[in-house]
C-alpha cells in the first residue's frame, strides 16, 4: 500500500512539473483543470507536494533523480553547533560555523536552500489554489487537501524563517522576514518584486495556515507505518513548536500558554502512546538500516510516539533519500559525544557510531541514518518532542517547579537505559527553581532530537551560543542569497548581520 502511495507521490511531482510555469497559458490551464478535478490526481499532486518537503528538510544534494535539490534544512539544525563538526575540506560548513559567507556559499549552498525551500512552498501553493478552482470531488475530502498542503506551506515558510529571518527566534518581531507568496508561482516578473514581510507579518501567516488546515485535518491516525501525512495532532505538535520557538526569547505569555495548551491537546490524544522501553530507540524509532548487496534496505518503524514521518522503505528504487552526509562522514562527524551519559543508548554504543568503515573510519556519526545509500527514514514530528514542549513551556509560564514537567522529563530522561542502568528519578525537590528544571529539559532536548533538525534553533531561542560563541545574534540566522537581493535590483534586502 505505501509503495503504491509514493508510486502516486512520483505521478504528483510530474504532474507538478507539467503544470507550472509553462509559456502558454492556456495549456497551463488544461493541465491544471486534469490534475486537479478528480481526487485521484488532485491526491497524486497533493503526495508530490509532500516529497517536496522532504527534499527541502532532508534530500541530499546532487539526487540522481533530481526529487532533491539541497537538504540542508535537517543538517542546519545541528551545523554550527557543538553537535556537528565540519571535516577540514568541507569549507562551507566550516564557513557556517564562522558565520563568514563567501561568494561560492551564496551561489552554492545558501542559493539551493533558499531555492528548494521555495520550490516546496510553490508546490503546496498548486495544489491550494488548484483544487479551489477546479476541485469537483467530495467537498469534505477537497477541504482535506487543501489543509494538507496549507500544513505543508506552514512547515515549509517555518522553516525558511527559521533559517533566514532576522530575528525571527530572538524577537525581533519587526526585523526582516520572509518573501511570502501565496499563489502559484507564475514566472518572474521584474515589475513585480516582492519585499521580505516582517518577522511578525511571517509568524501570522504560518500560525494561520496551521490553524487553519487543524480545522479541515482528519482527527484519525493511521497505523504507525502510514503516518506520512498531516492530521490534526501533526499540525497542532507543529503549531505548538511554532509558539514555543516564538515565545521563548521574549517569555512571550500567550505564545507559551498556546505552546502548552497544544502540547497537551495532542499528548491527550488516544492513538499515541510513549514507549518506557529502552529498545523503542534501536528498534521502533530508529531501526538498524544495513544494506545489503543487490537488496534495497527495509526498515520497519513501529514506534507508536511517531507523529510524522517520511519513511525509507517505499518506491526507493525510484526516490532514495534521508541523509547520507551522516552516514559517510564526509563533510562533518561528531567531535565530542560527551553530553550524553555513560549507558545512554542514545550515546556512543547506540545512536552515535563509526558510521562508514571506509571512510574516516575513526570518526563517529549518528546512527540515526544507518544507511549510506540514503534509505533512511526521516523523523518530523514525535512524541518526545511534543513531551519536553510542553514540560519547558509550564515551566516558563510558572516560574516553578511542576510535578507534571518533572515527570516528562523523567520519561525521556531515563527511557534509553537498560533498567539496572536507570538513573534516579527526579523529583520536584531536585531542582531548587524553574531555571534549574529548565536548563536540564533543554539538555534532554539536545540528547533526545540530537540531529533531527532542532538544536541550532534551541540555542537561538534561548539566548545561548552557537560553537563559535562570539557571534552575535544578528549572525546566527544565515544571509539571504545575494544572487535574489541582485536580481531583485536591492527590493529583497539583506539581514542586518550581513
Known amino acids: 500500500m505505501q509503495k503504491n502511495i509514493y508510486q502516486w507521490a512520483v505521478l504528483g511531482l510530474g504532474l507538478l512539473f507539467g503544470g507550472c510555469n509553462l509559456d502558454l497559458a492556456p495549456e497551463n490551464v488544461m493541465v491544471d483543470q486534469n490534475v486537479y478535478k478528480n481526487e485521484t490526481t488532485a491526491e497524486a499532486a497533493l503526495l508530490g507536494a509532500y516529497v517536496r518537503l522532504n527534499s527541502f528538510f532532508a534530500g541530499a544534494p546532487n539526487d540522481q533523480n533530481n526529487y532533491a535539490n539541497a537538504g540542508y534544512g535537517c543538517l542546519l539544525g545541528d551545523l554550527g553547533t557543538n553537535n556537528l563538526k565540519a571535516q577540514t ?4 560548513f566550516l564557513h557556517v560555523e ?11 549552498f545558501i542559493r539551493a536552500v533558499w531555492t528548494s525551500g521555495y520550490n516546496a512552498v510553490d508546490y503546496a501553493n498548486n495544489v491550494i489554489a488548484g483544487v479551489a478552482k477546479y476541485g469537483a470531488y467530495n467537498a469534505d475530502k477537497m477541504a482535506q487537501h487543501i489543509a494538507e498542503a496549507k500544513f505543508l506551506r506552514g512547515y515549509e515558510y517555518f522553516l525558511l524563517l527559521q533559517l533566514f529571518g532576522d530575528g525571527a527566534l530572538t524577537s525581533n518581531a519587526n526585523g526582516l522576514g520572509l518573501v511570502i507568496r501565496t499563489t ?3 514566472g518572474y516578473d521584474p515589475d513585480e518584486v516582492q519585499e521580505r514581510t516582517t518577522v511578525r507579518e511571517a509568524y501570522e501567516l504560518i500560525i494561520r495556515d496551521l490553524t487553519e488546515a487543524i480545522r479541515d485535518l482528519p482527527d484519525a491516525v493511521p497505523g504507525v507505518t502510514s503516518r506520512i501525512r498531516a492530521n490534526k495532532s501533526v499540525a497542532r505538535a507543529l503549531l505548538s513548536r511554532v509558539y514555543l520557538y516564538r515565545g521563548t526569547y521574549g517569555n512571550v505569555r500567550e505564545d507559551l500558554q498556546l505552546a502548552a495548551d497544544l502540547a497537551d491537546t495532542v499528548l491527550q490524544h488516544g492513538a499515541y502512546s510513549f514507549d518506557s522501553s529502552h529498545e523503542a530507540y534501536l528498534k521502533g524509532l530508529f531501526p538498524q538500516n544495513v544494506e545489503v548487496e543487490g537488496a534495497y534496505p527495509n526498515p520497519v518503524l513501529s514506534n507508536n510516539e511517531v507523529l510524522f514521518f517520511q519513511p525509507s522503505g517505499n518506491s526507493v528504487e525510484n526516490y532514495s533519500h534521508g541523509l547520507t552526509s551522516y552516514f559517510n562522514k564526509a563533510s562533518f562527524y561528531i567531535e565530542d559525544a560527551s553530553f550524553y551519559d555513560a549507558n545512554d543508548l542514545r550515546g556512543l554504543g547506540g545512536l552515535i557510531g563509526t558510521g562508514t568503515s571506509t571512510n574516516n573510519a575513526s570518526l563517529n ?7 549510506g545509500g540514503g534509505y533512511n527514514d526521516v523523523m518530523y514530528l514525535r512524541l518526545s518532542e511534543v513531551k519536553l514542549t510542553y514540560a519547558e513551556a509550564v515551566t516558563r509560564l510558572s516560574n516553578s517547579v511542576r510535578a507534571d514537567a518533572v515527570g516528562h522529563l523523567n520519561d525521556i530522561r531515563r527511557r534509553p537505559f537498560t533498567e539496572e542502568n536507570k538513573p534516579m528519578a527526579y523529583t520536584t525537590a531536585s531542582f531548587s527553581g524553574a531555571v534549574e528544571l529548565i536548563d536540564e529539559i533543554l539538555l534532554e532536548r539536545r540528547r533526545e532530537l540530537a540531529y533531527e533538525g532542532h538544536y541550532r534553533w534551541d540555542l537561538i531561542r534561548t539566548g545561548r551560543a552557537l560553537r563559535n560563541v562570539e557571534l552575535p545574534d544578528n549572525r546566527k540566522n544565515f544571509p539571504v542569497p545575494q544572487y535574489e537581493i541582485t536580481i531583485s535590483g536591492g527590493v529583497i534586502q539583506q539581514n542586518s548581520g550581513f
Open 89 to 92: 575540506q568541507s569549507t562551507s
Open 184 to 186: 502559484p508561482y507564475d
Open 98 to 108: 564562522e558565520a563568514e559567507y563567501t561568494q561560492d556559499d551564496h551561489e552554492g
Open 365 to 371: 556519526t549518528s546512527l540515526k541514518y544507518s544507511s
